[in-house]
């Protein structure tokens, strides 16, 4: 089947340092992939998307990687604050639209 | 702009009651989801509207669930009857289109339901 996971240990950094979180498909080549964050008792947020001939994607302190040999996405946060703490999902796009997430990977970044 | 509005914010009932939750897309949104997502994992998608169409229910557990988006804006997803394993929170969410793979979602804050 085709899946989409995530590291389901917490993450647990030093302020400061870069956050690293790790997306893994199987089965299939997705050509997007998207992702979100989610704070306790809120939904997911919209933070990048990369497509599959993108290999890296930025936006302030968030980088995107996009790997298709290895099947793989990776997150990272640079010079990572105490607000950057919560959980963040990787999902990708079905033809219809509908996003398939992973379980998500909790970050909490301590001062 | 005003975002996804979603009600209530939390529903206790026993099991076998029913309950049901409403949801207001943003503006201009065609496409509706709604979204089951359990503790400690990702959301599930349960329905996926285009404008008052159902594009996609395979996952909607249709003898007990049920949804409608009646002149294509807003929709009510309904439970009925409530199992144990329906606590989640259950998440609305809505898009421009539903443009494959590059549709950005944005979400409501969900609803939290809980079954006795």
């Known amino acids: 089947s085709q899946k989409i996971e995530q590291n389901s240990e917490a993450l647990n950094i030093q302020e400061g340092k870069t956050a690293t979180l790790t997306c893994n498909y199987t089965n299939y080549s997705p050509a997007y992939l998207q992702w979100y964050r989610q704070d306790p008792g809120r939904g997911p947020v919209f933070l990048l998307l990369i497509r599959e001939n993108e290999k890296e994607k930025r936006k302030e302190r968030l980088k995107v990687t996009f790997d298709t040999t290895l099947k793989q996405s990776l997150f990272h946060i640079t010079a990572s604050q105490p607000a950057d703490s919560a959980t963040y999902l990787c999902?990708?796009?079905?033809?219809?639209?509908?996003?398939?997430f992973g379980q998500g990977t909790t970050l909490q970044v301590k001062p | 702009e005003a975002g996804v509005a979603q009600s209530p914010r939390y529903k206790i009932i026993e099991k076998r009651q029913s309950v049901a939750f409403w949801c207001n897309p943003i503006s201009g949104h065609a496409t509706l989801y709604w979204y089951q997502q359990i503790l400690g994992q990702g959301p599930k998608l349960l329905i996926q509207?285009?404008?008052?169409?159902?594009?996609?229910d395979s996952q909607l557990p249709k003898d007990r669930f049920s949804a409608e988006r009646l002149k294509g804006v807003d929709s009510t997803l309904k439970i009925q009857p409530a199992k144990l394993e329906d606590s989640a929170v259950y998440l609305c969410a809505s898009s421009f289109s539903r443009r494959r793979g590059g549709n950005i979602q944005y979400f409501g804050a969900g609803t939290r339901l809980s079954v006795l």
């Open positions: 509207f285009q404008n008052n169409g159902v594009v996609d």
């Open positions: 999902a990708r796009s079905s033809n219809t639209g509908k996003l398939i």
